[in-house]
């Protein structure tokens, strides 16, 4: 494969952050594939549902993927990668966090920025299907924060060979405030309807099943009513569902910046300098990264765009980066 260069360079007119975060929902082609769906039951009796694609090969370098909040195997970043796996003889297996298949997930604890119990389990479940594959993974927005930081938890032990991450929200609590500011408050209102419509989907799911427990689990959240910001909810809904004290020990503990040092797997991190969603100053420095990591800044892409070519056809530079990157991750 030719080398692609480093420097994104967004579609003419398409230079705008906005344009650019937006353009995957809501203008993008979709992406059609043929995947078979396998659910990974977990030791607490809840479960992930994986969306694999690509060869059937025992020893095929295989990817493991990751959303990003609200999002699932069927967003248009997941399946675009996918498909760019599969073109050069990868196969792919695009993991739903918790209730984010389609069907609520059957515990009260939700999936969250800090969810890196759950990746372990997928890594491991991989491993032990597929031994004999090279296994990396990539992580987009939320994803990859729970990603770099199960790779700073487990250091050289990630069983992974090479990892990815993409538009990483690297302090929780500077881009809880960031995305309240300006027009990413439109964002916020999306990200707290869909948040929100998650949780009340489980209840009508634990009313209809008796699950009576769980039921209760919910009411003692008490009102879903007027949370407008990532603060409200992850302070009323994400903390007590998930073992946190409240929204400021979730972030302090779940954010992916306090962990990149630790990483001692061959790891890439794409960021833009527009991304509507990370403050700059969120961004980690160069001392707090270990020599495995290589972080690449590009002054444009919004969050989780990077659409370049042309406005009439345009072009996913991540995926081609990201697969040209793996595919030359491994030990030299």
């Known amino acids: 494969m030719p080398t692609p260069p480093d420097r994104f360079t967004p579609a003419f007119g398409l230079g705008n952050p906005h344009l650019q975060t937006l353009w995957g929902p809501l203008w993008r082609t979709t992406t059609h594939l043929d995947r078979q769906r396998e659910r990974l039951w977990l030791d607490d009796g809840d479960f992930l549902d994986l969306d694999w694609h690509g060869p059937h090969i ?3 370098p295989l990817v493991l993927v990751l959303h990003g909040l609200t999002g699932s ?11 760019a796996l599969s073109s050069q003889g990868w196969a792919s297996v695009a993991l739903n966090w918790r209730g984010c298949s389609g069907e609520p997930n059957l515990l009260p604890r939700s999936y969250h920025s800090g969810a890196s119990e759950d990746l372990a389990a997928a890594i491991n479940h991989l491993r032990a299907t597929r031994p004999s594959a090279p296994l990396y993974a990539v992580g987009y927005s939320l994803g990859g924060n729970v990603l770099l930081k199960h790779l700073g938890e487990t250091g050289s032990g990630s069983q992974l060979q090479g990892a990815v991450a993409v538009s990483v929200p690297f302090r929780l609590d500077q881009c809880a405030d960031r995305i309240g500011q300006g027009f990413s408050r439109l964002y916020q209102a999306h990200f707290m309807r869909e948040m929100l419509a998650y949780i009340k989907n489980k209840q009508q799911k634990f009313l209809h099943d008796g699950h009576h427990e769980g039921l209760e689990t919910l009411a003692k959240l008490g009102s879903l009513e007027n949370m407008r910001t990532f603060w409200d909810f992850d302070g009323r809904v994400t903390a007590p569902l998930n073992g946190f004290r409240d929204a400021q020990d ?11 040092g630790e ?6 991190i794409i960021h833009a300098a527009d991304d509507p969603f990370v403050f700059l100053h969120s961004l980690p420095q160069t001392s707090e990264l270990s020599d495995s990591t290589q972080f690449e800044l590009q002054a444009k892409g919004g969050h989780v765009g990077f659409v370049d070519g042309t406005f009439r056809t345009p ?18």
């Open 263 to 268: 990483i001692r797997t061959p790891t890439l």
């Open 250 to 260: 979730y972030y302090r503990r779940a954010s992916s910046r306090y962990f990149l």
């Open 58 to 60: 025992a020893d095929a």
């Open 73 to 83: 195997s069927n967003s248009p970043y997941v399946a675009g990668l996918q498909k």
């Open 315 to 332: 072009g996913y530079y991540l995926e081609r980066r990201i697969p040209y990157w793996l595919a030359n991750a491994g030990p030299e």
